[in-house]
């Protein structure tokens, strides 16, 4: 059978469906679809300010890849859509595609990356050096965290626990649905000034600032507080280096009282570094975007856990389409 190269064709253009996707929901077509229910291309680009030529392409592309319906020249927002590319319902995840957009520019310097070994763009324009861009970036995982968190906190068991050290815990939200679903918790959230400012935020408009509070520092260097009975370290070492993260387990563990336990949720690869697919994929938009960024694979997570003193290791995948690991532990 000869070789075909379907397959091949599809990878090229894939970004089209990405852009479309983007584009869409910056400008607010989802939205506008739901509030009207259907519309004619003529009513939306009235109503959202855009070139009727241009929204009628951009409307019938998204017909194309699936995330508009139409029907009698009338669109509306398929069923996918509406669940989750809607602001302000439970399912939105238009926020989190914010990353996924911003990040888009980097991809197309890829073979720089490789040729050079180093990220196309520095870290710190997302963490705190660019206002704009910090704020998008906070604010997208924040929306994936309120996603992610509807299957993790479930899955966490942290009943009689008083203390919580988030580490890198960006905007907070994992620390305030845990403290949402054990009311005998108090969190600390710790990560960079830039991101605290806007956590700060966030947690105040959810009304937990009582409870969750932050501590602005470098991770890196900051002294960890001590006494905790819970350590999170969620979506923050696929960033670090092997060593690097053996010491953050290290410290973690030291700032754990006996029996205390630490969470890891992170992106893993098998002992291969090739599947799951979009782990894979991930390592290298890190490596686009971060000095050490990668993601490793469950058996490394579990001798590092071990070399810091860890002991009753449990690591399991998520269920999808989550594509997170959770790993848990316990200082003896």
């Given amino acids: 059978m000869p070789a075909n190269p379907s397959r091949i064709i599809d990878m090229a253009s894939a970004f089209y469906d990405s852009c479309v996707l983007f584009t869409a929901s910056d400008l607010g077509v989802f939205g506008k679809l739901a509030e009207l229910e259907s519309a004619s291309a003529d ?61 888009y520019p980097a991809w197309g310097k890829l073979a720089k990356m490789v040729q050079t070994g180093k990220p196309v763009e520095k870290p ?18 924040h ?19 008083g203390t919580l050290l988030d580490i890198g815990g960006g905007p907070g939200t994992f620390s305030v649905q845990l403290a949402q679903a054990y009311p005998g918790l108090s969190c600390t959230v710790l990560d960079l ?19 969750v509070r932050t501590l602005a520092g470098d991770y890196h260097q900051v002294e960890f507080p001590d006494g905790n009975d819970v350590v999170t370290i969620f979506g923050v070492l696929h960033q670090e280096s092997p060593g690097t993260i053996q010491g953050v387990l290290s410290r973690a563990y030291e700032a754990l009282v ?24 991930f390592a290298v938009n890190m490596a686009l975007t971060t000095e050490t960024g990668w993601v490793f694979s469950d058996e490394e997570l579990q001798n590092w856990l071990t070399k810091a003193g860890f002991v009753d290791m449990v690591i399991n995948p998520l269920p999808p389409p989550m594509p997170h690991w959770l790993a848990s532990a316990r200082k003896a």
């Fill in 124 to 141: 710190e324009i997302h963490l705190g050096e660019d206002e704009d861009r910090t704020r998008s970036f906070v604010l997208s995982m």
């Fill in 43 to 103: 009513t939306l680009a009235a109503e959202l300010g855009l070139d009727l030529r241009g929204a009628r392409l951009l409307l019938d592309a998204c017909v194309a890849v699936g995330i508009a319906v139409k029907e009698d020249g009338m669109y509306r927002n398929s069923p996918e859509s509406d669940v989750f590319l809607v602001p302000g319902r439970p399912g939105d995840f238009s926020k989190a595609l914010r990353y996924n957009r911003d990040v």
């Fill in 258 to 281: 006996p029996g205390g336990t630490i969470y890891i949720m992170d992106m893993m690869t098998d002992e291969s570094h090739t599947a799951p697919k979009f782990s894979a994929l």
């Fill in 193 to 211: 000034p830039g991101v605290v400012k806007i956590a700060e935020e966030l947690i105040e408009q959810q009304g937990m600032s009582a409870r």
């Fill in 143 to 161: 929306g994936r965290a309120m996603w992610i968190g509807s299957v993790l906190v479930p899955l966490m068991n942290l009943e009689g626990r």
